[in-house]
Each structure stands twice: as C-alpha cells, then as structure tokens.
C-alpha cells in the first residue's frame, strides 16, 4: 500500500510559478513510476509529467517546455515545477505513483491560475 501527499497548490497570476510536492509513504520500495495527471472541470483527467526511477521522464503536450518534474528517490518524493502558467491549467491536480503493476493516486491539490 502507497499513500500520497501533495502539497503546493494555490492561486497564481497568468505568467506565474508553483512548484508542487508530492511525498509517498507506507512501503519500503520506492514507486517504479511516480507524477502528476491533472482535471479541469468537465473535461477528462490527463497526463501532466510522469519520471522513473533512473529520471526518465514524459510530458504531456500542453505542459511541454514549461513544466519541469523530478523526484528524489531517497524521500519517495516527486516535485512539479511549473513556470509561465496559464489560466487554461487551471485544474486539480494529483500525484500518481505505480508500483508492483498496482497505481495509487493522490487526494488531489488545486491550481487556479488567475488575475
């Protein structure tokens, strides 16, 4: 069993930056996969960034360029840097962890981007 918690959601300005947080805990191995799908309201959950274990990473397309995901593999914690928001990434947004073939899934933090 994984759990997740993330942290560094808010309200920033169009042009703005966040960096969110997410902390795994309750196992002794590390997530093989571990990232970010987001939700905007009415619309499907999609892919954010996802990073393995050796830094191996995927974007999704709308996010390419100004988001910046990492982890530290000894604090099983994954990190978001997103920079040049945009109100359009406005969501919800969750940590995603894949271990063992099983996905968890965070609570969910939101980001409104807004003037």
């Known amino acids: 069993q994984v759990q997740l918690v993330e942290s560094g959601g808010g309200l920033v300005q169009p042009g703005g930056s966040l960096r969110l947080s997410c902390a795994a805990s309750?196992?002794?191995?590390?997530?093989?996969?571990m990232g970010w799908y987001r939700q905007a309201p009415g619309k499907q959950r999609e892919l954010v960034a996802l990073?393995?274990?050796?830094?191996?990473?995927n974007y999704g397309d709308s996010v390419k360029g100004r988001f910046t995901i990492s982890r530290d593999n000894a604090k099983n914690t994954v990190y978001l840097q997103m920079n040049s928001l945009k109100p359009e990434d406005t969501a919800v947004y969750f940590c995603?962890?894949?271990?063992?073939?099983?996905?968890?899934w965070g609570q969910g933090t939101q980001v409104a981007v807004s003037s």
């Open positions: 995603y962890a894949l271990r063992l073939g099983v996905g968890y």
């Open positions: 990073i393995n274990r050796s830094g191996g990473t």
């Open positions: 309750g196992s002794g191995l590390s997530a093989n996969v």
